[in-house]
């Protein structure tokens, strides 16, 4: 089409310059003293177009010569950006390869080309000069040169140009990355924290700050950047689950006192105090930090903590209400840990608690950990008859050798309070045997 439309504006030229000149009698007079000229009208007009374009290419042929050195400049500042590019490019493919010697040379060519170009020279050129100090930076790394590394990333930081803010920020994270790696934890905290806020907040940096929390042994600050991937969806749920359930017990073993284990499961969501696992957590390290007490028939009230009583009464109360509810659901260690912990919590609990655990256990009637923890909990209340019927159908059925002694040496109490010399030595054989067998 374009050829078309070439072809006929060519034959409209012809048309009209045979029109024009075709039958063009005229000529054109020149007058000079003492002489005339006398011209014919088409010469003069093809004169005029031939020395309009001899004129053109005379000034363009000037105006090329006069542009010839910066063009050869621009062709020098052409092929330098060629090499930076080139040397760039090669260094990340041969990163990515396991070529790090490779790399390292061709970063280093590249920086070189780099630091000898005058400021302005190329287009973002302060980018270019912090991604090659980082790609040396990463090449000395995989190497094992720490030394080289450091000093090229604290380089590549120092002399970062206000326009780099994208690649200073990647340097940030990959020299925090490193410290982690290394376990250094202080170094890590000192390259992540001069991260902007707006950085700090991306997923990668919160996977960074993650590791972090864990390589400093903050369990809270974990917990709370997997809630923040969580929300990022950098986790699915199941993973996110896991790492919390993990986390928060971490977190509420480490606690050395009443208030901080407070602190730390008042923290948690509605969901993550309702798991099972963690309310179990939570009273294990209860008994630890709660000194038991009798005072009120709460069995908290010699709780040392700054905090009003009833707040620790009540979330102790919704754990066990948790884990009474979850017990059916429990199998194995899970099952056995529970019923040892409630056992410890007995004489703290009044005696609305004995109303729930015969409700349990009516539901659950051949449970012998059930049946077990009833006739403790009879046993304090000193209702000795149905006391010592739960617990010889537990000593029966128990399988951990543990509670199953507890149980015997319970019924050997009973009897002696009954003067029952014979079953009291009976059931103390018993437990002497179930204490052999967990030896």
Not at 85 to 101: D, I, P
Not at 107 to 120: D, F
Not at 230 to 247: E, P, W
Request: glycine share 6%.
């Amino acid at each position: 089409m374009k050829n078309v439309l070439w072809f006929l504006l060519v034959a409209a030229v012809a048309v009209v310059a045979a029109l024009l000149l075709g039958d063009n009698q005229a000529i054109v007079s020149v007058y000079w003293p003492p002489w005339r000229i006398d011209l014919s009208l088409n010469l003069v007009l093809i004169g005029l177009l031939l020395g309009f374009v001899l004129l053109h290419v005379a000034l363009r042929g000037i105006a090329l010569l006069r542009a010839l050195p910066q063009r050869a400049q621009r062709w020098r500042q052409r092929q330098q950006e060629k090499a930076v590019y080139v040397g760039l490019l090669e260094a990340l493919v041969q990163q990515w390869s396991g070529r790090f010697v490779r790399a390292q040379t061709s970063a280093e060519q590249a920086l070189q080309v780099l630091e000898r170009l005058p400021e302005g020279t190329l287009a973002h050129q302060g980018r270019w000069l912090l991604l090659a100090r980082l790609l040396l930076a990463e090449s000395a790394h995989s190497l094992g040169n720490t030394g080289r590394r450091d000093a090229t990333i604290e380089a590549a930081l120092a002399g970062a140009s206000p326009d780099a803010s994208a690649a200073r920020e990647a340097a940030l994270l990959r020299a925090s990355a490193w410290a982690i790696e290394a376990r250094d934890a202080v170094q890590a905290r000192h390259w992540w924290q001069q991260l902007p806020q707006g950085a700090a907040r991306r997923i990668q940096a919160l996977r960074l700050r993650l590791k972090l929390a864990q390589l400093e042994r903050d369990s809270l600050g974990a917990i709370e950047m997997v809630r923040q991937l969580k929300k990022h969806k950098a986790f699915s749920n199941a993973i996110a689950t896991r790492l919390l359930h993990t986390l928060v017990g971490e977190a509420l073993q480490q606690t050395h006192d009443a208030e901080q284990l407070l602190r730390v499961w008042k923290g948690l969501d509605a969901r993550e105090r309702a798991d099972a696992g963690l309310a179990l957590e939570f009273l294990q390290q209860g008994l630890r930090v709660w000194p038991q007490g009798s005072e009120g028939g709460d069995g908290v009230a010699s709780v040392a903590v700054a905090m009003p009583l009833p707040e620790a009464k009540r979330w102790r109360d919704e754990a066990l209400q948790t884990l009474l509810a979850a017990y059916p659901q429990l199998e194995g260690v899970a099952q056995r840990r529970s019923i040892r912990v409630l056992q410890d919590w007995l004489p703290a609990l009044d005696a609305r608690w004995l109303a729930q655990l015969d409700a349990a256990q009516a539901a659950r009637p051949a449970d012998a950990g059930l049946q077990y923890l009833c006739g403790l909990a009879l046993l304090q209340r000193q209702l000795w008859g149905k006391a010592g019927q739960m617990l010889q159908q537990a000593s029966r059925s128990l399988q951990d050798a543990g509670l199953r002694r507890r149980a015997w040496r319970a019924l050997a109490q009973l009897a002696e309070q009954r003067g029952d010399e014979a079953a009291a030595q009976q059931a103390w054989k018993q437990a002497a045997a179930c204490a052999e067998a967990g030896l």
